[in-house]
Nanobody, 115 residues
Framework: QVQLVESGGDLVQPGGSLRLSCAAS????????MVWYRQAPGKERELVAG???????NYADSVKGRFTIFRDNAKNIVYLQMNSLKPEDAARYYC?????????WGKGTLVTVSS
């Protein structure tokens, strides 16, 4: 069984920074793409950033230049460094990974951006 567990969510003021982590555990041979999504109340889940196993990132336009995704393949962890946070970044952030052809989701970590 594979589990994805996110952490790092918190209350932060506008302009502040947070680093989210997502750790994969269980019967893992190889993780390909790892992706961060977010969902705010009343809105659809949206892709924030993704990264290939080789380290190639892609970002939603709304976070380009502010967020950085990176991963540690040896530890099966993906990170999301979020800088210059805005109130519209507030959401529950979810980690997604495809492992052995199966899509796995974490339960999310809550990011609140408010003064």
């Amino acid at each position: 069984q594979v589990q994805l567990v996110e952490s790092g969510g918190d209350l932060v003021q506008p302009g502040g920074s947070l680093r989210l982590s997502c750790a994969a555990s269980g019967n893992i041979f190889r993780i390909n793409d790892m992706v961060w999504y977010r969902q705010a109340p009343g809105k659809e889940r949206e892709l924030v950033a993704g990264i290939t196993r080789g380290g190639n990132p892609n970002y939603a336009d709304s976070v380009k230049g502010r967020f950085t995704i990176f991963r540690d393949n040896a530890k099966n962890i993906v990170y999301l460094q979020m800088n210059s946070l805005k109130p519209e970044d507030a959401a529950r952030y979810y980690c997604n990974a495809i492992i052995g052809g199966v899509v796995y989701w974490g339960k999310g970590t809550l990011v609140t951006v408010s003064s």
